[in-house]
């Protein structure tokens, strides 16, 4: 398992991305789509899944909602957040899907694709009593159901090859290639210089070629 930081910011980064969600619902009032939306896009997003310490911790959730709305063009809110005793619903979501995100490495972008947060909303109950591990491998099905193919899959489709073609660029057997797609032979623990023969002609890195959601 590759996961997207160091966990040592895992902890404050899930309190700081509620803290975001949790303000710019229920304080400024933005939809809670919208305002994931906006997050998801920003550049603020791209750090905050890396790890960017400036982001995940070295800035408050409040500090990270202003920033997003800097980037969407939106102005400087004057509402102050508000704490209740109760955590609120997108309080967890943003809670629980800065450990998603942490524990597989998808972008946020990814996930809010497969998963839209407003179906993440309904998980709510009973997930936020459950241990998170057990959102994790929920959400881990939801994106499987929304994303059946393989990578390699998909990119051999954009690429316009069929597997025997890209068996024959690439040097790696048809078989390999099926076997992969099906499923039925994991890629994330082909041979580094397989990937490589595959990603060259697909023209994509590595990376692109692993599933980071396991079966």
């Keep these: 398992m590759i996961y997207a930081y160091d966990k040592l910011y895992l902890s404050v980064a899930q309190k700081n991305l509620a803290c975001m969600l949790d303000y710019m619902v229920n304080n400024l009032k933005y939809p809670l789509e919208t305002a ?6 920003s550049n603020t997003a791209s750090r905050f899944e890396r790890g960017d310490c400036s982001i995940v911790a070295g800035r408050s959730g409040v500090e990270i909602a202003y ?3 800097r980037e969407t063009g939106k102005p400087h809110p004057k509402q102050t957040p508000s704490y209740s005793y109760n955590r609120s619903p997108e ?3 943003g809670w629980a899907l800065a450990y998603y995100q942490w524990s597989t490495s998808l972008s946020f972008a990814e996930i809010n694709q497969a998963i839209p947060v407003t179906e993440v ?3 709510y109950t009973p997930y936020h009593e459950m241990d998170i591990r ?3 491998d929920k959400m881990n099905e939801l994106y499987r159901e929304a994303k059946p193919e393989t990578n390699l899959k998909e990119l051999r489709t954009f690429a316009n090859l069929s597997q025997s073609e890209l068996a024959q660029q690439s040097g790696v057997s048809v078989r390999t ?5 099906q499923r039925r032979k994991d890629i994330n623990k082909a ?5 490589l023969k595959i990603a060259r ?3 994509c890195k590595v990376e692109d070629l692993v599933e980071k959601v396991p079966m």
């Design 121 to 123: 909303r309904m998980l």
């Design 191 to 195: 041979q580094t210089e397989t990937l």
């Design 67 to 69: 920033e997003v709305l």
């Design 177 to 181: 290639i099926q076997q992969y797609e």
């Design 91 to 93: 309080y967890w979501i």
């Design 201 to 203: 002609v697909l023209v």
């Design 134 to 136: 057990q959102f994790v």
């Design 36 to 41: 994931w939306q906006w997050f998801c896009m």
